[in-house]
């Protein structure tokens, strides 16, 4: 009776997972910026003060309010009259689309090759470690540069190139995952007892590796979203006009001596996002470990 009462008293994993988070400073520090960023991005057309893509000559160069500025135009306006709160509003936008995609495509491609090396070992093992060593062998940046060079610069060739391209980190952490969970007693009861593999892999695999999955992809999409500034800082990502954090720094490049604004907005931004994302994603992996640490 008493070991009943006490079962039923203990919390449920989803209360405590809350609780975790909720005295986790650097979870929710980043979990508030990465949503406050995404929300910006989906309602940009609601919060851009005028239209990204205007140009008024008249109106270039024009100094953000915080450097004597008028408020018709917070930050300023760039080379081309644009106004540069829109621009940046909607360049959140951008960034987020990138990340996520490009992190969910690399996720699915890496989880299945890992999972499936891990699970089965022998001969599909060593085709997924080939697969992965020859991946290794290619740096991701100067690929990258070649393929968005040889198809041209667009959003969805930057997603595709990125998210075929950053799955290997998945691969390796799945694969390792997948063959420490493999050795657990539950999965040779569940063997034993006939279950189907694709009922192991799916009923008792994959739920028991979504914790280290969660964490990568935070990794991969900041590592999505800075490639993609470089690809546009090069002229090679995301093309103009459409608005991007990292063509928005190569485009005040040459302004840089004297109006240094240009590059340090975006730049800022860049680093709050990419910031907020390793916090959210060492929060997630912080709060799901069996201990909780809450350093």
Do not use: C
Not at 45 to 60: E, F, N, T, V
Not at 182 to 211: C, E
Not at 223 to 243: C, M, R
């Amino acid at each position: 009776m008493t070991a009943s009462l006490t079962a039923t008293a203990r919390p449920r994993p989803a209360l405590v997972l809350l609780k975790r988070a909720l005295r986790h400073p650097g979870f929710m520090i980043g979990f508030t910026i990465v949503v406050l960023i995404a929300l910006i991005g989906i309602f940009a057309p609601l919060l851009a003060p005028h239209d990204p893509y205007k140009q008024d000559l008249l109106a270039r160069m024009a100094r953000p309010v915080f450097l004597g500025g008028k408020w018709n135009h917070i930050l300023g306006t760039d080379t081309l009259g644009r106004d540069y709160l829109s621009r940046l509003i909607y360049g959140a936008r951008v960034s987020m689309t990138i990340g996520v995609v490009a992190a969910l495509i690399s996720a699915v491609i890496g989880t299945v090759l890992g999972v499936l090396g891990g699970y089965f070992g022998g001969k599909v093992d060593a085709a997924v470690m080939f697969i992965l060593s020859v991946r290794l062998a290619l740096p991701a940046t100067l690929v990258a540069l070649a393929v968005v060079a040889l198809f041209g610069g667009s959003l969805t060739v930057v997603i595709l190139v990125l998210g075929f391209l950053l799955w290997d980190r998945f691969a390796v952490v799945m694969r390792t995952t997948t063959m420490q969970i493999k050795q657990m007693d539950y999965i040779a009861a569940a063997d034993v007892l006939g279950a189907s593999t694709l009922r192991i892999l799916f009923k008792d695999i994959a739920p028991n590796i979504m914790n280290a999955l969660i964490v990568v992809m935070t990794l991969e999409m900041a590592h999505a979203i800075i490639l993609e500034a470089a690809l546009s800082f090069l002229g090679l990502g995301v093309q103009p006009p459409t608005p991007s954090w990292g063509l928005m720094i190569s485009e005040g490049k040459d302004m840089l001596l004297f109006e240094s604004w240009l590059i340090a907005i975006p730049g800022s931004a860049l680093f709050i996002l990419l910031l907020a994302i390793n916090m959210l994603g060492d929060g997630i992996r912080d709060i799901t470990t069996p201990e909780g640490r809450n350093g």
